[in-house]
Every structure is written in C-alpha cells, then in structure tokens.
C-alpha cells in the first residue's frame, strides 16, 4: 500500500539520523519526521491501526526499584531474593532504564503529573493526595488518543482522566473490571485459600478477563491505550506470604536492607512479604504478555512497566525524597522501533512518558507538557547515557495523608537528582516530616499497641504507612540503642539537605553544611529553583502559602461532610 510504503520509508530516514546526528538536533529532527510522516500517511489514504502503536502500562501501586533485571546490575541488595522474570524480558527486549524517577512520592500527584505530562504543581488540585479534584481542563495523554480515534481503558487503580462518577471523561467510564478486582488482595485471596496455587491461577484469570474484556469493546482496526493498576504492593499484605506464597525466606535478606532500617527477623519478614507482591504484580504482567502474543499485538504494542513511588510503611520510602521513595523500575519494549537489550543511563521523570505516547501515536503534544518525549532515547541504538541533556530530574512533594498535623498542613519539599547528588529543600523544617507522633511533635504518651502501629497508619507519624516495620521501630521510643533509627525515621530535617551519591548512596550523611561542597550546594539550589519558577510552582511563586491555606488545607475535611 502506498501508506505502508511511506511509512517504511520515514522509518529508514529516522534510522539515518539516529546514527548520525547529536543527540539535541537528532530530536529535533526525529519530531519533524514524526509529524511529516503522520500527516502523509493521512493524506495518502486511511490510517490503519497498524500504523500506530498500541499502549499498554502496566504501572503497580507502591513498587519501589526491586526486580530481578537490577540485581544483575547492582547486586547486594533486596532484588537478590526477587524473581520478576516479565518484567526481566520487557528490559532484554527493549530498554531497561537506570535512573527513572518519579516526580511525587504519593499516588495521585505521581499519576496527575504522569497522565497530563506535567510536574505535579501544575495540576490544581491533583497536586495532593485526599481531596484530590482533577481539572479536566487540563490535558491527559489518554483523552487526547481517544480524540484521535484510540480506545482506552483501566483496570485496577488509575487517577484522571476524572473522578465524578457522572463525568463525560470519569475515570469509571474507562474501567473494566467485570471479571473482578480480587487481584489487589493477592496475599489475602491466596493466604485464605486451601489450594493456594489454584487461587494465585483464579486472580490470573482475572487479570485475562478483565484486559480481554476491554480488547472485545474496541472497533476493528483500531488501536487501543491501557492501563494495568493493581494495588497489591499497597499495604496491607498478609504477614509471613512472601515465604508462604513465593518462598522467599526472610532471614535471606539479612545484611541485604538499608543500613537505616534495624537488620532484625520482623523486619526482614516485612521486606519478603514486599517482595512476594511484587512477584505476583510480576505475573499479573505476565498474562497481558501472553494475551497479547496471543493475538499477534505484542509487536505493534508499546509495553511499559513501573511503579508509583517506594515501598510503603518503610522509613525513607514512599512519601519521601530519598531514593527509596523516588528512584523507581522502568522499562519498555515496543518490538523493533526499540533497539532491544539496552541499558540506559538517562535520568527520566515519569511525566516524560505522556508525550512519548503521544509522538508515537503521531500526535503533537501539547505546549502546556513539561515532560519531554522519550522517543529518540528510545530509538536510538546505544546504551549508557544516550540524551546528555538529561541528566537530572526534579522531584517534590506537598500533602500526603491529610490530619498527620495540625491545620492539615503539607510537609513541602523540593529536590533535584543527578548522577553525583541529591539535594533537598525542605521549606517547612520546623514541621514533622512523618506527621506528629509521641516524641516528635507530640508530649511522649501512652504508646498505641504494636497491632495499632502495624494496622492503622493514623495511630501515630500518618505519612509513614502502618506495618511491622513503622511498629517495631516506634515501640523503641525510649530505647537508646533504637534512637538513631527513631530519628532518621521521624525526626526533623534541615531547611537543605545535600548527598554525595558515590560516596553515600543511602543518603545518610548531610553534605549541605560542609565547606568544601559548597559550591556544589549552591549550583544544585540555583538550577532546582530556577525550574521550580519557570514552571510556575506555586510554592516559590507568590507568597509561597498555597499548599498551606484552602482549598488545599480544608479539602478533605469537605470531602468527609
């Protein structure tokens, strides 16, 4: 066909540039054979589903960077005891990225500023976590493919396009869940079960009902956007199923976590039982693999894996700035536009992959994204650091759980991550990072129990989720040989923050007061804020108190009216 011969043509072009040109022109150029290549398909005749890619996201709750892929690279750590062999073969199949961040470590901001391409201050009200309303004024890569004839759908949990229930974009307009959404209790249906091996097979099952559900809702011919959600890797998981369900053993990890976290049993058996979600998430994935090889979509599909931010109920994880709550997995594979079995170096934030579907799909993205497309990393036939522009992402955070302080004020941060350091603003540092609890922003009372700490995330530090871990540590308040850990988990934080990653890649030791990385210090500070303005951050624009005065402050406590 005259379209087919076009297209193959534009390929064979953007091939040439990949290899010849630098990295900024190459984009450039890329773009401009993107759009060229779009419009004369369109004006040589009917643009075939075949032209245009498939999407399919398979973006789990709470999964921090732990697969197998990366225990091969940087060997020591937890992903030793993991297997994630689906997500292994997207990574040898495609790209598997090393430096992918996420731009808020809290659920909804993470999905506002993925799904509308934006840093997460620009998105109203889906800036923050409970009293979240999206502004459907605001772009979202999956509303603008439907508009341009794609179908698209979720299962599980997903944030925008909408949250009204009767909303022409409502996110429940796009769910398909028919077969069911056990699957984001995986521990607690399989733990349950006499058979348990039968029951991991009923919640795969599941998975294939609910995407083979949204496939038949599609018209022939036309290309599809889909989002896999599951929140298993969420808290709460079933104690001892990491080794129940996935033989993980516990006891394995030891000398294996961050050196912040005591390297006792409770501790460990916490961290497998995190592992074993992420197995299941794993398989999960391994079903919309098979489904798709099954009806011959794989290759003209683009798969993406990641998660939402770090591990939850672990100090320093989720809703933190640190590398355990930012630093996340990310993979794609997109058959054979993606040169396969490539390492890449290149810091991306997760926002940059709202305009990579959109220019895969031969749409504009529009001006108002500050994410920026990933396609000629993608494209290109090299690994290591591919793009030299990019080599830092920006990173934030306003409220999480509101009511963890009074007034229910945010604990605001801004950083900036590059290959050498990590440096924090705190701009509130006489607030309690994890929320106010008995001995950090509160008069040491009678502790809650230890099955309160383990259970019900409000019982003390709110923004710090429950689980054995958050449990055992709080219990050693009083204990001097558990204070440090009390600190670093709890503790207040200096109004800057600077690592040295080589050096220091727990982040432990604060550089921002040291003489001789001064200079460091304040290049990082100059260049973090200079974003933060440019993007309009209402935290350093204006007075700074948006965050802190309503709507934001007194949304949830409307909510619950």
């Not at 390929?11 to 984009?27: A, D, E, G, L």
């Not at 396609?375 to 290591?384: D, H, P, R």
């Amino acid at each position: 066909m005259q379209e087919d011969r076009f297209y193959e043509r534009g390929k064979h072009f953007q091939s040439v540039i990949s290899s010849k040109m630098c990295p900024p022109m190459k984009s450039l150029i890329q773009r401009l054979v993107r759009l060229t290549l779009f419009f004369g398909i369109v004006f040589a005749g009917p643009l075939e589903a075949a032209s245009r890619p498939n999407i399919v996201f398979a973006f789990a709750d709470d999964w921090g960077r732990y697969a197998s892929a990366y225990a091969k690279l940087e060997p020591g750590g937890p992903s030793d005891l993991v297997a994630t062999p689906n997500f292994d073969r997207i990574a040898k199949e495609g790209v598997l990225f090393k430096n992918a961040f996420v731009n808020a470590p809290s659920c909804t901001p993470c999905r506002s500023s993925l799904l509308s391409g934006q840093y997460f201050w620009r998105t109203g009200r889906g800036a923050i976590l409970q009293g979240a309303i999206w502004d459907e004024t605001i772009p979202t890569y999956p509303l603008l493919l439907e508009k341009e004839g794609y179908h698209i759908g979720h299962s599980y949990k997903v944030w925008s396009p909408g949250t009204v229930a009767n909303a022409p974009y409502g996110a429940r307009r796009t769910a398909y869940n028919k077969s069911g959404n056990k699957f984001n209790r995986f521990s607690q249906f399989a733990s349950a079960a006499e058979n348990p091996e039968a029951a991991k097979q009923t919640l795969y099952d599941e998975v294939r009902g609910n995407f083979t559900s949204f496939l038949k809702d599609r018209d022939k011919n036309e290309p599809f956007c889909y989002w896999f959600g599951p929140t298993n890797c969420h808290r709460k998981w079933i104690k001892g199923s990491g080794k129940a369900l996935w033989g993980i053993d516990p006891d394995e990890l030891e000398g294996k976590l961050p050196p912040y976290l005591p390297d006792v049993h409770i501790v460990r058996e916490d961290f497998a039982d995190y592992l074993g979600e992420v197995q299941a998430f794993d398989n999960g994935l391994g079903v919309l693999i098979d489904e798709l090889e099954r009806l011959g979509e794989l290759e003209n599909t683009i798969v993406i894996v990641s998660g939402d931010h770090g591990v939850p109920g672990i100090p320093r994880g989720k809703c933190n700035l640190y590398d355990l709550g930012t630093h996340v997995p990310l993979a794609i594979r997109w058959g054979k536009n993606v040169p396969a079995g490539r390492i890449v170096e290149d810091f991306v934030c997760l926002p940059d992959l709202a305009p990579t579907f959109l220019e895969a799909a031969g749409i504009e993205p529009p001006t108002v994204m500050t994410g920026r497309s990933l396609l000629n990393v993608l494209e290109a036939g090299s690994s290591g650091l591919v793009d030299a522009s990019r080599d830092a992402v920006i990173t934030g955070r306003e409220r999480h759980v509101a009511s963890v302080r009074e007034g229910n004020l945010p604990y605001p941060q801004r950083a900036i991550r590059t290959k050498d350091f990590l440096y924090i603003h705190n701009f509130k540092p006489e607030r309690y990072p994890m929320g106010d609890g008995n001995g950090f922003g509160k008069p040491v009372e009678p502790l809650p129990t230890y099955d309160e700490l383990a259970n019900n995330t409000f019982a003390a530090y709110g923004d710090l989720d429950a689980s054995p871990t958050k449990a055992y540590i709080t219990l050693g308040l009083g204990k001097p040989e558990m204070q440090e850990y009390l600190d670093i988990a709890f503790g207040l934080r200096p109004k800057e923050e600077l690592y040295d990653i080589k050096k220091d890649p727990h982040q432990l030791n604060n550089l921002a007061g040291n003489a001789d990385y001064s200079k460091v210090r304040e290049q990082l500070s100059t260049r973090l804020f200079s974003v933060l303005r440019e993007t309009g951050d209402p935290r350093v624009t204006g007075d700074g108190t948006t965050y802190d005065t309503p709507p934001f402050t007194d949304a949830f406590k409307r909510r619950k009216r």
